[in-house]
């Protein structure tokens, strides 16, 4: 397995699948990171040489936040909608949808299992 800015990458896959193994790199980063390295965006992981591997490395580090970094900055972003009191702070402090689904009959997601309720012995 190749590791690449701390994360191992699955071996067994193709370059442009195997790099949204990244916090941050989705199908469109991915192929931008291999056009912009070169690499064969079919090439399986396996197959890449080491210096394959640092340019790819290289090239997200001078391009991209991943990882860690856009984990932290998403939190401060977070943080920062609570402190200020917003209505989408407000939301993200209850642990509500944010961004203006319905809560009635879905969001089960965000809200967790429903309470269990205490049934009655039947007569």
Not at 71 to 84: C, F, G, H, Q
Not at 96 to 101: A, E, S
């Amino acid at each position: 397995m190749a590791r690449i800015v701390g994360v191992e990458i699955p071996s067994n896959k193709k370059v442009h699948i195997a790099l949204r193994y990244l916090y941050g790199i989705g199908p469109t980063r991915a192929l931008e990171i291999c056009n912009g390295t070169g690499v064969d965006p079919d090439k399986r992981v396996k197959e890449l040489t080491e210096d394959e591997i640092s340019k790819i490395a290289t090239f997200i580090q001078q391009n991209y936040k991943v990882e860690g970094e856009l984990r932290t900055e998403v939190m401060r972003n977070i943080k920062r909608l609570i402190d200020i009191g917003c209505y989408r702070g407000l939301r993200h402090k209850l642990g509500l949808p944010v961004r203006g689904q319905r809560t009635r009959s879905n969001s089960r997601t965000r809200k967790g299992p429903r309470p269990s309720r205490i049934k009655k012995k039947g007569k």
